[in-house]
C-alpha cells in the first residue's frame, strides 16, 4: 500500500477538456488489489504560479 507521486498526465485523454488546462495524476494504493485515483485539473496560466504539492510529498516531509 502506499502512494504515488503526482505526475502529469495527457489531458487530451480527458473527454472534453479545454486546451488551456493541464491535468496530473495521483493514486493511493489500498489493500486487495483496490486503488483510488485522484485527477487534478487546473488551467495552465494558472499551473506555474500555484506550487502545487502533492500528498505523497507532505507524507514524507512529516514522516507518515
Do not use: C, K, Y
Not at 489531458?11 to 493511493?28: E, G, K, M, Y
Not at 494504493?29 to 488551467?43: D, K, M, P, V
Amino acid at each position: 500500500m502506499g502512494m504515488t507521486a503526482m505526475e502529469d498526465v495527457d489531458a487530451s485523454v480527458w473527454p472534453r477538456a479545454p486546451d488551456n488546462f493541464s491535468l496530473a495524476a495521483q493514486t493511493l494504493l489500498q489493500r486487495n488489489g483496490w486503488a483510488i485515483t485522484l485527477l487534478h485539473a487546473i488551467e495552465r496560466d494558472e499551473a506555474d504560479d500555484l506550487g502545487v504539492e502533492d500528498a505523497f510529498e507532505r507524507s514524507i516531509r512529516f514522516g507518515r
